[in-house]
């Protein structure tokens, strides 16, 4: 892939992880037990931030690494990852 293919992938994949965090956002409430509903919809909320935060972290780092890395040079660390994964199995 290209840079261009792969910043208009990245972008798709946002767009769908900005949508798919709304249509949670606007869902239906699950219902829970009356006992620990204030726990898990606290902890729940946080912790979707939280994991919403990170994939913005990551998509970051990686737009970042594919400017600063030649395109050889990622090939090449791509392959000798996928050939040691192979070995260690």
């Known amino acids: ?6 910043k208009a992938e990245l972008a798709a994949l946002r767009a769908e992880v ?3 965090a709304e249509a949670r956002e606007q869902g239906p409430e699950p ?4 006992d620990s509903s204030a726990v898990e919809d606290g ?4 912790e979707d931030e939280g994991l919403m935060g990170q994939v913005h972290e990551l998509v970051e ?3 970042n690494e594919l400017r600063e890395t030649p395109m050889v040079s990622g090939l090449v660390i791509f392959s000798l990852g996928i050939l040691v994964g192979r070995f260690l199995r």
């Open 1 to 6: 892939m290209r840079n261009e293919e792969i």
């Open 18 to 20: 900005v949508a798919l």
């Open 31 to 34: 219902v829970a037990e009356p």
């Open 43 to 46: 902890g729940s909320e946080t």
């Open 61 to 63: 780092l990686l737009e």
